[in-house]
Each structure stands twice: as structure tokens, then as C-alpha cells.
């Protein structure tokens, strides 16, 4: 065999669908033949298990009429879009699942967490959407570099940023530098439902979403707009820290959220001129509160000197340095987020409609519950 006998058999496979066939399209790459041994790659534009079956199905019958004898078709597909199970209200529905990253207390690493979760779930494969929904103090710009970048306007809708692989739009892209806003609670709200709706978010796997710290109407905007699947709780070691984290876990529960688990950021220290760990604010020290909540700590995240400047200067570290030992833990942490979210999918998903408000307002409890006169009260309370 050779290249050219090689290409000529495979351009009598058609690309399943159309009238045109793989090598016509490009799709043929990496040719290899070693006698009768003949290897190569199919790089094609669907997901669908059946289209890659059928090419290399053809693929291998015309290679062999012509005498090759092993084969080897690699075939590289685009990863399928994951679906959700998940029911109830979503006002953002071309978003598949929902990460909420939330912390007791400020400045623990909620934000520097959200963007390194969200490369490393990038790199994982994942269509990701980073939503800075802090909208009292949005860093997510600078930190992933898009500073002083404004969005486009396409009628009423806002396009996105994009950087390292992920669409991201934060309430500091939106505003003049130095703005401030006073928020109150029906502005929250209305905020939290347009990052939603009115930002043109592709088709995502996953939108990480970095909320402000503590327990407010930005969380219950949040939950009510859209079935969040999971919940990620970030602390540092310290007791006092872990006081006020033991709120925003309780806020999961409340909120019926399943909760992925807990990073404990601040743990240890990684000297960046011997690389040796020491610990500082203790460590491990949130073991006890992941039992009491029934989940786990996925991530111990040093203090790393590295961090705190590629936050600042816009180069995370999950992206730049993808070797050293915070990025890894981020990277373990982020699979065990997306094992947590097919876990929740596989076994039916999430349902926000426990925690809708009951009434359209001057509507009592009792009469919503007339769209299934059958069941009395309808869980209203009042049968
Ligand atoms: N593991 C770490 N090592 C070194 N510096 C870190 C680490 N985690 C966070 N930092 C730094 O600590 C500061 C606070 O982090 P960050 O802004 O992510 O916290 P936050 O919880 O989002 O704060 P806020 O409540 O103000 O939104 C930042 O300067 C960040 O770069
Ligand atoms: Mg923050």
C-alpha cells in the first residue's frame, strides 16, 4: 500500500449524510503505511457515535479491498453535548448544568477559585460560560485578563468575552471604571435575571457562576432563575472562616441544591524557591464540616504566591502553569465537580420548583392550586 492507494480507497467513503466523501473534506489526516499495515486519523464534525461507527465500518472494507491488512482508524469527534435532566424554571435553557461557587465570607478565593474551576473544566473537553455574579465587587475581568475589554452589543442582547476557551461576562465589563452601584434588592434580582437571559451564552455544558459572598437575594435570584446542579462551598482553614461556611453550606440544603463539595483554599503554603508545603492557617481543618453536610473537601489549594499574581495579571494559573501543584489539585477538584453533576443528571437531575416564589403577587396560595383541582391544596398547605 502507499498514501496514494490509501487516499484513493477512503475517497470512496462518503461522509455519512452528505454526497460528498472524507478526504474531499479534509478529514483524512495523519496517513501511516508500513507495508500492508496501514494507520490514520478521521477528524470529523459530529458527535454522533454512529456516524464514527459507519466510517470506519467503510473506512476498513475498502482499505482491505485493496489489500491493507491492519488497520487503524482513529477517529476524532467533538465531544457530545452532555445533556440534563434537570426540570423547573431555567430562564438560560441553552445552559445544560449550573455550578453555584459561593463562600460564607469575602476575600476567601471564591472568584480565583470560579476561574480556575472553569479552565480546568474547559480543559476537560466542557463548553464552559464563567458568570461573575458578584456584582458588588466583580473581579472576574481582570482576572481573566479582559480588563479593559467592553462587550458588543447585538440589539438587546450582549455577546459574551471570551478567554482561554471560556465565555465569561461579569457586571464589571458592563460598567464605566471606578462605577459603583448602590444594589438593592429588586436590582439584584433584575441583574442576576439578565446576566441570564439577555448575555447570548452559546450552547454550554456548564456555567461556573461566582456569587458574592454571603447569603442574599443574589443566591435566591440565582436558584429560583435557573436549576443550579451543583454547589461548590469555598473556605479557608480558620476556624472563624469555616463558621461562616457552614452557612453557605446550609444555604445549599435550604435551596435543595446538591452540593459537589468544599475547596479549602489557603491551606498550606508552597514556597515558590524550594517548592516545600507548610502549613500556616492549619489544614484540613474543614474535614469535620464536610461530614456534618455529608459531602467532601475535593481540593486542598495552597497558598501559592503564583496564584495571587495570575489573578492580578489576568494569567490563571489552571491555563499558564498547568504543572504545578495548585493547577493539578484545581484540575482533580474540577473532575470530581463533573463526575458529581453526571452523578446528579443520571439519577433524574435537580428541580428549582420547590423554591419558586408559591404566588404571582395579590394571588393567595390556595387558588395556584387550581390547575389540578384533583389533588387538594396541591401542596399549598391549605387542604
Ligand atoms: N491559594 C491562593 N494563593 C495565593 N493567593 C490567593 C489564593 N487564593 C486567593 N488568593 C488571592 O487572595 C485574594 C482574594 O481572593 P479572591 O478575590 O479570589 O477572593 P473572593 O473570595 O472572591 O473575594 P471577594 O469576597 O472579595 O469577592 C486575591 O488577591 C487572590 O489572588
Ligand atoms: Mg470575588
Keep these: ?6 487516499k484513493s ?18 478529514f483524512v489526516k495523519d496517513i501511516v503505511v508500513n507495508g500492508d499495515d496501514v494507520s490514520f486519523t478521521v477528524d470529523i464534525t459530529s458527535s454522533a457515535p454512529e456516524v464514527s461507527q459507519q466510517i470506519k465500518d467503510e473506512a476498513t472494507a475498502e482499505l ?5 491488512e491492519n488497520i487503524t482508524c482513529n477517529i476524532k469527534a467533538p465531544v457530545m453535548p452532555r445533556e440534563s435532566s434537570s426540570k423547573g424554571k431555567n430562564i438560560a435553557p441553552q445552559v445544560k448544568n449550573f455550578l453555584m461557587v459561593s463562600s460564607g465570607k469575602g476575600g476567601v478565593g471564591k472568584s480565583t477559585t470560579s476561574v480556575n474551576i472553569a479552565i480546568s473544566l474547559a480543559k476537560q473537553g466542557l463548553k464552559v460560560g464563567l458568570l461573575d455574579a458578584d456584582i458588588y465587587g ?18 438587546n442582547k450582549v455577546l459574551p468575552l471570551k ?6 461576562m461579569s457586571m464589571g465589563s458592563l460598567m464605566e471604571d471606578g462605577q459603583s452601584l448602590i444594589w438593592r434588592g429588586a436590582m439584584i434580582m433584575k441583574a442576576i435575571e439578565q446576566f441570564l437571559r439577555d448575555i447570548m451564552w452559546s450552547e454550554l455544558d456548564i456555567m461556573v457562576i461566582d456569587m458574592p459572598p454571603g447569603t442574599g437575594d443574589a443566591q435566591l435570584t440565582l436558584a429560583q432563575s435557573v436549576p443550579v446542579t451543583v454547589g461548590l462551598t469555598v473556605t479557608t482553614p480558620q476556624g472563624v472562616s469555616l463558621d461562616d461556611s457552614r452557612r453557605s453550606l446550609d444555604m445549599f440544603k435550604k435551596l435543595n ?10 491551606s498550606g503554603f508552597i514556597a515558590p524557591d524550594t517548592g516545600v508545603e507548610y502549613d500556616i492557617f492549619g489544614k484540613g481543618t474543614s474535614q469535620p464540616m464536610a461530614d456534618e453536610f455529608d459531602t467532601k473537601i475535593i481540593a486542598e489549594v495552597p497558598l501559592e504566591p503564583s496564584i495571587r499574581t495570575g489573578g492580578d495579571e489576568g494569567k490563571p494559573i489552571a491555563f499558564v502553569n498547568p504543572t504545578s501543584e495548585s ?4 484540575a482533580t477538584a474540577a473532575a470530581s465537580i463533573w463526575a458529581s453533576v453526571e452523578e446528579i443528571n443520571a439519577n433524574g437531575g435537580v428541580d428549582n420548583q420547590s423554591v419558586q416564589p408559591t404566588t404571582p403577587p395579590g394571588v393567595s396560595a390556595c387558588s395556584t392550586g387550581s390547575a389540578a383541582p384533583q389533588s387538594s391544596g396541591g401542596g399549598c398547605g391549605c387542604s
Design 9 to 26: 480507497a477512503l475517497s470512496k467513503v462518503m461522509y455519512p449524510g452528505f454526497t460528498k466523501d472524507i478526504v474531499t473534506f479534509g
Design 257 to 266: 441544591i446538591p452540593i459537589a463539595g468544599i475547596i479549602e483554599n489557603m
Design 327 to 330: 493547577a493539578k489539585r484545581y
Design 138 to 155: 466583580p473581579n472576574i475581568p481582570r482576572m481573566m485578563g479582559l480588563g479593559d475589554v467592553k462587550p458588543e452589543v447585538n440589539g
Design 64 to 68: 482491505m479491498r485493496e489489500g491493507a
Design 163 to 168: 478567554a482561554y476557551g471560556i465565555e465569561v
Design 1 to 6: 500500500m502507499t498514501e496514494e492507494s490509501v
